[in-house]
């Protein structure tokens, strides 16, 4: 009779391991990596993340956001910091514009001259708002202090 009590204990006690066995297989198995930081799925519109080489992965999710690339010449008069990328990466304006630039990312930024240039704004929170005129005619590359790798152009017309 006492076997037969050891007997069942251990099969409760296998079948509770072999479920216990499963769901660590089925937990593995959803947490693989193909390296693109979201389980291999490519999705559109989704920011970018860190590959195991360091290189950036376009539409994989997760990670670091990509830079986006430049956007066309604008004539406006405001530019906008949003994902990582100054919108539009260059700008053109009449001399004697004021050109505001409001930071739309949830990471702070700035808005510095290129080599020594005319403005320097000090690091914008979400929402911030940084306001430059230009007097002079001339091409004037900026970029963010806190993140390089971001870059525009104010173009200023006679």
């Given amino acids: 009779m006492r076997a037969v009590g050891v007997r069942r204990r251990v099969a409760r006690r296998g079948g509770?391991?072999?479920?216990?066995?499963?769901?660590?297989?089925?937990?593995?198995?959803?947490?693989?990596s193909t390296g693109t930081g979201n389980g291999g799925t490519n999705m559109p519109g989704m920011p970018a993340s860190t590959a195991h080489d360091g290189s950036l992965t376009a539409g994989s999710g997760g990670?670091?956001?990509?830079p986006a690339a430049p956007a066309p010449s604008s004539t406006g008069t405001?530019?906008?910091i949003k994902n990582l990328a100054?919108?539009?990466?260059t700008l053109t304006v009449p001399a004697g514009t004021t050109v505001t630039w409001t930071n739309a990312?949830?990471?702070p930024h700035t808005v510095s001259a290129d080599n020594g240039g005319p403005f320097h704004s000090s690091p914008l929170d979400t929402g911030g708002v940084f306001r430059?005129?230009?007097?002079?005619?001339?091409?004037?590359?900026y970029y963010c202090t806190i993140h390089p790798f971001m870059h525009g152009t104010v173009v200023v017309r006679p």
Avoid: H, N, R
């Fill in 132 to 141: 430059y005129t230009f007097a002079k005619p001339g091409t004037y590359t």
């Fill in 16 to 32: 509770g391991l072999a479920a216990a066995v499963a769901a660590l297989a089925l937990l593995a198995a959803c947490g693989a």
């Fill in 63 to 66: 990670g670091m956001p990509s």
């Fill in 78 to 80: 405001s530019v906008a």
């Fill in 86 to 89: 100054f919108t539009p990466g």
């Fill in 105 to 107: 990312d949830e990471e």
